[in-house]
């Protein structure tokens, strides 16, 4: 498919374990972010890359949360010593710029 | 202040009636706004994008009021499908989109 794919679909894992969560952007597009959504609430900006700049990394709540992005296609959101309260969904989202995004499904994260 | 704010409802709207709802924004600037639609447990969705004054799209419209900083959205003739939370986006100075919170509403047979 040409959408944004997301893997895994659903993670759980214990509290104090690391996560790697996986987001594969629409080819061509520049730019890529990442969300966090908990359950009812808004959308949570976490991190924003765009072509070859500094990604704007305003929007992490911890020094626990990080990301990359590789070849300006995959990214990857790395949660280390996960907590109760990083349970939510994490959305990844592309953009072909200051555009419309195009979100992916999402990975449900559960930390037990 | 947040720099898009919308009203989280829930809007609770009898099937075949029209419902419209506002979204404001901090960035004078901004050219183009972004509605989108999430239904519960999913990731949101295009519904319409509006880059001059206005965008319709069936029985939704969208209409800019640069004076006023606001975009609303209208549905006309509501269907139960069209229960769901509408967000709003907007580009901030570096093109990074910026989400409101989102405005349920909840359309009743």
């Known amino acids: 498919g040409a959408g944004v794919s997301q893997s895994p679909s659903n993670k759980v894992t214990e509290k104090g374990k690391d996560v790697e969560l996986r987001c594969d952007p629409i080819?061509?597009?520049?730019?890529l972010y990442w969300y966090r959504q908990s359950l009812g609430q808004g959308l949570e900006f976490l991190i924003y890359?765009?072509?070859?700049?500094?990604?704007?990394k305003s929007g992490l709540p911890s020094d626990r949360f990080s990301a990359e992005r590789t070849g300006g296609s995959v990214s990857t959101l790395t949660i280390q010593r996960t907590q109760q309260e990083d349970s939510a969904v994490y959305l990844c989202?592309?953009?072909?710029?200051?555009?419309?995004?195009?979100f992916g499904p999402g990975t449900r994260l559960t930390v037990l | 202040r947040k720099e898009v704010e919308q009203d989280p409802g829930p809007f609770n709207v009898p099937e075949g009636a029209t419902v419209a709802f506002n979204c404001t924004y901090s960035?004078?600037?901004?050219?183009?706004f972004f509605w989108y639609r999430q239904d519960c447990r999913k990731e949101p969705k295009l519904l319409m994008s509006?880059?001059?004054s206005g965008n319709e799209d069936g029985r939704f419209t969208a209409q800019l009021n640069r004076a006023s900083q606001y975009i609303s959205l209208l549905i006309r003739d509501s269907k139960l499908s069209d229960s769901a939370t509408y967000l709003c986006?907007?580009?901030?100075?570096?093109?990074?989109?910026?989400f409101g919170a989102g405005t349920q509403v909840v359309v009743t047979p």
């Open positions: 989202a592309s953009s072909p710029g200051a555009n419309e995004q195009f």
């Open positions: 080819s061509g597009h520049t730019a």
């Open positions: 890359f765009q072509g070859n700049s500094a990604p704007d």
């Open positions: 960035n004078s600037a901004s050219q183009s």
């Open positions: 509006v880059y001059s």
């Open positions: 986006g907007e580009p901030d100075s570096w093109g990074k989109l910026q």
